[in-house]
């Protein structure tokens, strides 16, 4: 078993300790008797035909069908039913917002003493046993505010019949056996002496069974009375179907169908035949009109044919000509592509050295170069100048130390 299986049967389960077995299909009797109570109120007339909804079953707001289409029919219907109970509210529309719809029709069920205790989400489903409650308590709303009341059902009295239920209960007992006896013979036996005579049958089953339970003259009296015999009628009503199946291995019908078809194909077939013939002559006159035309016209349009064909030829030419000048503008326009940017990088040298030629800042710096290089070199002189008078006076002390040196050894 499935997990939803499991927890549809926890559920009746947990439902059946809260309040019985029964109470998870409650609303699908509330279900039905809101039906008969819309009834009551003309329900056919002025909500279905007059605002053109569609008509409810009697399961229709009690099992999931189509959440979206279910919705709607709730809103309208609870709002048709609170403009009966004599409070005026607009008709829903198909687009409007749920949340809003929803309130505004919590608002009126409070306001006719009706006790709500779930959320109003699941009112937004369309069904279930919330949607079959609010219907339900609107209903009788407004069939107390219109003076709708039930009357007691009032009882007919029957006049006695016989009762031939003995004979229904042969009856039946008699098609039990024929289907029985049918059972047995195969197809291999069914022939002209192994047919089953029903009426013999028939005379001896009752003959048998009549005997011993009543007498040919009297008549059979019930005890019961008619209230229990329409409840026990009503109760296996639904089962009271018969249902005839058809036997394939009945040859005989099969013959019997065949021959019935041959005689209806014989009896069709020459009409038929004639009209196909003449539908025959006219298909092949048209398609020889057709044929003809159709050489008539290449006849005509072959000299067309030929100048288009020459003409398709050249225009093909021109095309691979055409093609062939595209690609070599292409190249072409790659070559002055390259061009272009060399010329301009040559523009860009020419402005920059045209720029340095034109500014004196460098020859200025040239010229302040030059001169400090002169200072330098003055500079320079006179260190040699001095360096020179040193080295002067530093030969002459020598000399002299060595003169006086040689004067002093002598």
């Not at 004599?86 to 719809?101: F, H, I, M, R, V």
């Not at 009409?271 to 013939?277: G, N």
């Not at 010329?343 to 710096?365: A, C, F, Y």
């Amino acid at each position: 078993m499935s997990e939803t299986a499991f927890q549809s049967q926890d559920n009746v389960s947990n439902e059946a300790e809260i309040g019985g077995p029964g109470r998870a299909f409650a609303h699908f009797t509330a279900m039905e008797d809101l039906l008969d109570k819309l009834k009551v109120l003309n329900y056919d007339t002025e909500f279905v035909k007059n605002m053109k909804m569609k008509p409810l079953n009697r399961y229709y707001f009690a099992i999931q069908t189509n959440p979206g289409e279910q919705f709607y029919l709730f809103t309208s219907l609870a709002v048709w039913l609170i403009n009966k109970c004599g409070k005026a509210l607009e008709q829903p529309q198909e687009y409007d917002d749920p949340n809003s719809t929803i309130s505004s029709i919590l608002d009126c069920v409070r306001a006719f003493n009706i006790e709500v205790d779930f959320s109003p989400n699941k009112l937004k489903q369309g069904f279930g046993e919330n949607v079959v409650y609010v219907l339900s308590r609107l209903v009788d709303r407004a069939m107390d505010h219109n003076n709708v009341k039930w009357l007691r059902p009032e009882r007919i009295q029957e006049a006695e019949v016989e009762e031939t239920e003995v004979e229904d209960e042969g009856e039946l007992l008699l098609e039990k056996v024929e289907e029985e006896m049918a059972a047995v013979y195969s197809d291999d036996e069914e022939d002209d002496e192994n047919i089953l005579n029903i009426d013999n049958l028939k005379n001896s089953y009752n003959q048998r069974t009549f005997k011993e339970i009543q007498k040919p003259e009297e008549v059979l009296e019930s005890k019961i009375s008619n209230e229990v015999w329409q409840v026990e009628l009503e109760r296996v009503l639904p089962q009271l179907k018969v249902t005839i199946k058809t036997d394939t291995r009945d040859w005989r019908n099969h013959l019997e169908q065949l021959s019935k078809h041959k005689s209806e194909i014989e009896e069709n077939l020459p009409t038929t035949k004639s009209q196909l013939d003449r539908l025959y002559d006219e298909i092949s006159n048209t398609v020889e009109k057709i044929s003809t035309r159709e050489k008539h016209l290449n006849a005509n349009l072959e000299p067309y044919l030929k100048q288009y064909r020459a003409k398709q030829e050249e225009m093909s030419g021109i095309l691979e000509h055409h093609k062939s000048f595209n690609t070599k503008i292409a190249e072409k326009s790659k070559k002055l592509l390259e061009i272009t940017e060399k010329l301009e990088n040559v523009k860009k040298e020419i402005e920059e050295r045209g720029s340095s030629m034109t500014d004196g800042t460098p020859l200025i710096n040239i010229k302040k170069a030059i001169t400090r290089i002169r200072n330098e070199n003055k500079e320079l002189d006179v260190r040699i100048g001095v360096l020179e008078n040193e080295i002067l006076q530093r030969k002459f002390h020598d000399k002299t130390r060595l003169h006086s040196d040689i004067a002093a050894s002598v």
